[in-house]
């Protein structure tokens, strides 16, 4: 069976952008794939964060990934942290990257272009995200469309590895949603939804209150055309609450455009609003049980074992490979 895997960075509340980019397609894959999910809490740190939030997120982004339907008899779920490997290897790697290469990182760039006091860490990301897919044999990575450059740069890591010392690691591929989308700032559309975004009124958060949400598309930005038609670079607005309501009811483009002829924009989003808020309200009533519930110890526990176990045999190898052991 092919394996998939994916992470996302308990760095503050889930946005449906981290819904429909990777945990959606989790869920969709679990049943054909063999899965794991992870939480990337040793990405987080690479900007700087109060450590009891960071740990408060990271048990709140498992109750999440439960509450989305991501099933734990059908993933293997962990935390990056609890793996000693991931770091080990990420060493190595280090060792066979290029300043150059990981200079050239768009996320990099951006992250460091905000804040002048930027961490080694933020630039050896892409390393450590490289070893969390390396250690596993992973065939596919279901991430957003602004994670596929460091997919790539995994690639690339694996095969220069391979070549240099002999095959050792699989080369994975990104698994980007079908139609590459990259869900928007309601507010502002030329810029990504992001759960780190300064203004939060462009941001819908899985946990956000359910009329706040409403409130958020009701105001999302338009366009004057008053035509619901999907238009990526001339309606980015429209078309971004077209590709929400796409990714939440399952019809395509075309049906919804069908559906909203000579609908207003206020009628349009009343609906794009409704399914939000009905997907959000039963995803939020499954959080708070799944909160409460030791389940979570559980899971992490199991989760913990069997990546370690498995880690350990690709770190061995790694490490007759390069020289470094007796
Ligand atoms: P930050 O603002 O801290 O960078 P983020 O919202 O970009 O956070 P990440 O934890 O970096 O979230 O990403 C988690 C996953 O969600 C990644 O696979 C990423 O590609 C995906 N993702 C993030 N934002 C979006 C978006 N707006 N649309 C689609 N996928 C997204
Ligand atoms: N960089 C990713 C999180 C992440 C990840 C991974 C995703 C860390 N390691 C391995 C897929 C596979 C992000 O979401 N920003």
Redesign the pocket.
């Known amino acids: 069976m092919s394996k998939i895997l994916?992470?996302?960075?308990p760095?503050?509340a889930?946005?449906?952008?981290?819904y429909?980019?990777?945990?959606k397609q989790m869920k969709e894959l679990q049943d054909n794939y063999e899965s794991y999910i992870f939480v990337?809490n040793m990405?987080a740190i690479t900007?700087p964060q109060d450590s009891e939030e960071l740990r408060s997120n990271t048990r709140n982004l498992i109750a999440l990934y439960l509450a989305c339907g991501i099933d734990p008899n059908k993933n293997t779920i962990f935390l990056q942290s609890e793996n000693p490997y991931h770091a080990n290897l990420s060493w190595v790697l280090e060792c066979n990257s290029y300043f150059g290469e990981l200079s050239r990182m768009t996320?990099f760039k951006d992250?460091s272009s905000k804040n002048a006091n930027f961490t080694v860490g933020l630039f050896t990301y892409p390393v450590l995200m490289a070893s969390d897919i390396l250690l596993y044999d992973i065939d596919y990575v279901?991430?957003?469309?602004?994670?596929k450059q460091h997919v790539e740069l995994t690639r690339d890591l694996a095969e220069r590895f391979n070549n240099k010392y002999g095959d050792t690691f699989k080369v994975p591929e990104p698994l980007i949603?079908k139609s590459g989308?990259?869900?928007?700032?309601l507010v502002n559309p030329s810029i990504?939804?992001?759960?780190?975004?300064e203004n939060k009124k462009g941001v819908i958060f899985l946990l956000d209150d359910l009329e706040v949400a409403r409130k958020k598309i009701m105001s999302a930005t338009t366009d004057s055309e008053c035509v619901i038609k999907y238009d990526m670079e001339n309606k980015p607005g429209i078309s971004n609450l077209i590709n929400i309501y796409v990714s939440l009811t399952g019809k395509t483009i075309e049906e919804t455009e069908n559906e909203f002829t000579g609908k207003n924009y206020g009628e349009f989003k009343r609906c794009v609003a409704d399914v939000v808020v009905d997907f959000l309200s039963d995803i939020q009533e499954k959080y708070r049980s799944y909160l409460n519930s030791t389940i979570i110890e559980e899971i992490l526990d199991n989760g913990k074992n069997i990546t370690i176990n498995e880690a350990k045999i690709k770190y061995d190898l790694v490490k007759m490979r390069i020289g470094l052991t007796r």
């Open positions: 994916t992470g996302l960075q760095t503050g889930i946005t449906l952008g981290n429909i980019g990777a945990i990337a990405h900007i996320q992250k279901p991430v957003g469309v602004d994670q949603t989308t990259k869900i928007l700032d990504k939804m992001s759960k780190s975004s």
